[in-house]
């Protein structure tokens, strides 16, 4: 049985060169086309973070596109209850706890 792992991404109008911090490119894993996205997690022009929807509500694309300057990418990095917002796991960020996963 194969195992497909969906990223999605969001594409900024940038035309990013393969000299910038992020990288796309699409590419066949097992005959499956997926999505690479590549970063050079050393680079100052780098921010990782969260985005998390206030508890019990919900952030449309269009918001998530709204967010500070812009993602070069969303990254699904755990999964929530679409009910309650509650994350599956914990998302930490800096250090800081940022929510609790009904999981750990």
Known sequence: MKQLFAI???LSSLALA???PVD???RTVQGVQVNVVTVDLNSQAIDIR???APAGEA???QGLLNQGEGPYA???GTFFDPATAITVG???HNGRLMTEGSVG
């Open 8 to 10: 999605f991404l969001l």
């Open 18 to 20: 393969q000299s910038e």
């Open 24 to 26: 796309f490119s699409n």
């Open 50 to 52: 969260p985005i998390l």
């Open 59 to 61: 952030i449309s694309f």
């Open 74 to 76: 969303a990254i699904t």
């Open 90 to 92: 914990n998302v930490v």
